[in-house]
């Protein structure tokens, strides 16, 4: 799997980052919902830079001008419900793709901490050949990005696939280097080194999900 973790680097992103981990700010949700987006937004621009490109050329008003496009097919896949602002970032960048939506979430067995993944909703287009970018905010146990690409498989066999994460753990970046095809890339803003018992993100920031719509009664 090809890795690339925009933490490495500083950059404006740092802001974001700090900004849906505070405690004292992340309570402002239309906050939070907005740096989701901003932070789609610039793991969207760094995968355009891997994208495939077309010269084409273009009239003016003062004459034609010549620029590569991006010419991939794309299909952004979002997991409900903490994945609708992150997929709108990404949507900013790509407003042609074709979009997808899949819930997948936690079921915890009776006083317990283990939990299994239920995917009860999907609706996509055909991935066949295309550019898949699978997008979920928090990379916990990677357990969930797995049931969903099961999931989409039924739908064709990508020609490409990419995940897009705000924060992970760095046991859920390795359960899906192990899980995915290699040429698969991973674009995250940030990677934590340690889950919970109840394999929550830590330091992380929380339940995303809750944090953008306000908490759900979990059955």
């Known amino acids: 799997m090809h890795i690339h973790n925009l933490s490495q680097e500083n950059s404006i992103l740092n802001t974001y980052i700090s900004e849906i ?13 907005m740096n989701i987006e901003r932070i789609g937004g610039i793991l969207g621009y760094e995968l355009s830079k891997v994208l495939n490109y077309t010269s084409s050329t273009f009239k003016t008003p003062l004459g034609t001008s010549q ?13 409900l419900r903490a994945g609708i602002p992150l997929h709108q970032g990404l949507l900013n960048c790509f407003d042609m793709a074709d979009s997808a939506f899949i819930s997948a979430y936690r079921h915890h067995k009776k006083d317990s901490d283990d939990f299994t993944i239920k995917v009860e909703y999907l609706a996509s287009p055909s991935i066949e050949g295309k550019t898949l970018v699978l997008a979920d905010p928090m ?3 990677g357990k969930s990005l797995q049931a969903t690409f099961d999931a989409l ?12 994460c705000v924060i992970g753990a760095r046991d859920g ?10 040429d698969t ?10 889950l919970n018992a109840k394999g929550y993100i830590v330091p ?8 953008i719509f306000g908490e759900k009664l979990q059955q």
């Open 21 to 33: 981990r505070a405690l004292d700010i992340q309570s402002d949700r239309m906050r939070f919902r």
């Open 67 to 79: 620029i590569s496009i991006p010419d991939n097919d794309l299909v952004l896949c979002s997991v």
């Open 139 to 141: 990379l916990a146990t």
């Open 153 to 164: 498989k039924r739908y064709g066999s990508p020609k490409t696939i990419h995940l897009v």
């Open 173 to 182: 970046v390795n359960y899906i280097n192990d899980t995915f095809p290699k």
């Open 185 to 194: 890339h991973l674009w995250i803003a940030t990677i934590d080194e340690t």
């Open 204 to 211: 992380g920031l929380g339940d995303a999900g809750d944090l």
